[in-house]
């Protein structure tokens, strides 16, 4: 199996709701804002847990916060 991509539109949802910051949904589902700023940058991939908790500070499904693309 090989490697797999996982997009987001973090970035986008954080603008739509009040213009939230990094640090912002950081603090609420408790992780660093460097830890936002990597999976905004698809440079890390969030647990599946975190990627819940993301999702639902949107109260968005996860499928319209992350996106799964395998090569």
Not at 18 to 37: C, F, P
Not at 48 to 65: C, K, N, Q
Request: glycine share 4%; proline share 4%; charged share 25%.
């Amino acid at each position: 199996m090989g490697k797999s991509l996982i997009s987001n539109n973090i970035r986008k949802l954080r603008f739509e709701h009040d213009e939230m910051t990094q640090q912002q949904l950081a603090d609420k589902v408790g992780v660093t804002r460097q830890t936002i700023v990597a999976i905004e940058n698809a440079k890390y991939s969030p647990s599946l847990e975190l990627a819940f908790r993301i999702a639902h500070i949107f109260g968005s499904p996860l499928e319209d916060v992350f996106s799964y693309h395998p090569k």
